[in-house]
């Protein structure tokens, strides 16, 4: 899928880009930030993890590295991002291998620091005491075998009982429903399943203040991108209702891929989102923050 994109976004650089900036939802766009490092590993950027004061923050690289630092604001906008470390991901034995394995996607962190990281090379999550420590690797459900190779775990989330969830970019079979699984007590289990539409597939997914599942969604047409965040009641683990607070037109962001959702000192609800550029230079990492309207 890499190679395709690059192809196609490599012409849409060339002609250029005929989009609308104004999105469909509730939400409202707060402001974006362009992130530029010379480091190797920078780039490629597929999950964040906010804390609940909406300045520290997690986020995962496609390269194996795992970046922690602040988001700096100017008057509630984005306005820099200071960055006080990157560690690399290790598996149960150590540091990932450039190839397949090291394809690191999804991003959770537990409440007491615990951190899972999701792989999408090899179908599996690995589990973390804390940053820049071995992993270790969670049993896999019989289901992740059947992935597809470059489809596979992309988003993670906790929810408020420190239970973890996964699902699969890619349905299987194509155009099936989206099943989310959810791990408690060692076992990984298909906890309920997500309607697909419109050819949106998921890439990121967080519980909010709020305990609604907040799914982040792309659509690639060719020469763009195109950003979805869906919320869901899971009240007793049923499926209870749907929104779409955030659908952009073709091209307004990146390839957004990481969601991170907290509440600001005003009572509302922020989603963050990062977008991987996939190590392409006509492509760019930007970190996203829109708001939703306090509850009423």
């Keep these: 899928m890499r190679k395709r994109l690059a192809i196609a976004l490599g012409l849409a650089v060339l002609i250029g880009w005929q989009v609308s900036a104004t999105p469909d939802g509730v939400a409202q766009h707060v402001s974006t930030l362009k992130w530029n490092r010379s480091d190797a590993w920078f780039g490629g950027f597929s999950a964040i993890e906010v804390a609940s004061d909406g300045a520290n923050f997690t986020a995962l690289s496609d390269s194996g590295t795992l970046v922690m630092g602040q988001l700096q604001r100017a008057q509630g906008q984005l306005s820099a991002v200071k960055m006080d470390r990157a560690l690399p991901v290790y598996d149960h034995k150590g540091p990932i291998r450039w190839d397949r394995n090291r394809d690191t996607e999804g991003l959770a962190i537990r409440a007491d620091g615990h951190l899972f990281v999701?792989?999408?090379?090899?179908?599996?999550?690995?589990?973390?005491?804390?940053?820049?420590?071995l992993g270790k690797p969670l049993k896999r459900h019989a289901d992740f075998k059947k992935m597809a190779p470059n489809g596979s775990l992309e988003a993670l989330a906790i929810?408020?009982?420190g239970r973890l969830y996964t699902l699969a970019?890619?349905?299987n079979p194509k155009g099936a429903d989206l099943a989310v699984y959810r791990f408690e007590k060692g076992v990984w289990t298909q906890a309920f399943a997500l309607?697909?539409?419109?050819?949106?597939?998921?890439?990121?997914?967080?519980?909010?203040?709020?305990g609604l599942f907040y799914l982040l969604e792309r659509k690639f047409n060719g020469i763009g991108f195109r950003t979805r965040v869906r919320r869901f009641d899971l009240s007793d683990g049923v499926v209870r209702s749907e929104e779409t607070v955030l659908q952009t037109r073709t091209g307004v962001h990146d390839n957004l891929e990481g969601l991170a959702?907290?509440?600001?000192?005003?009572?509302?609800?922020?989603l963050t989102m990062i977008?991987?550029?996939?190590?392409?230079?006509?492509?760019?990492?930007?970190?996203?923050e829109y708001r939703l309207p306090a509850a009423s």
Excluded: C, L
Excluded at 120 to 129: D, I, K, N, P, Q
């Design 261 to 270: 959702v907290w509440e600001d000192s005003d009572g509302q609800v922020r």
């Design 195 to 210: 309607p697909a539409r419109n050819g949106f597939r998921p890439v990121g997914a967080d519980f909010g203040p709020d």
């Design 169 to 171: 970019e890619t349905p």
């Design 275 to 288: 977008s991987d550029d996939n190590f392409m230079f006509y492509q760019r990492t930007e970190i996203v």
């Design 159 to 161: 929810d408020a009982h």
């Design 118 to 133: 999701s792989f999408e090379g090899r179908h599996r999550v690995f589990s973390y005491a804390k940053p820049g420590t």
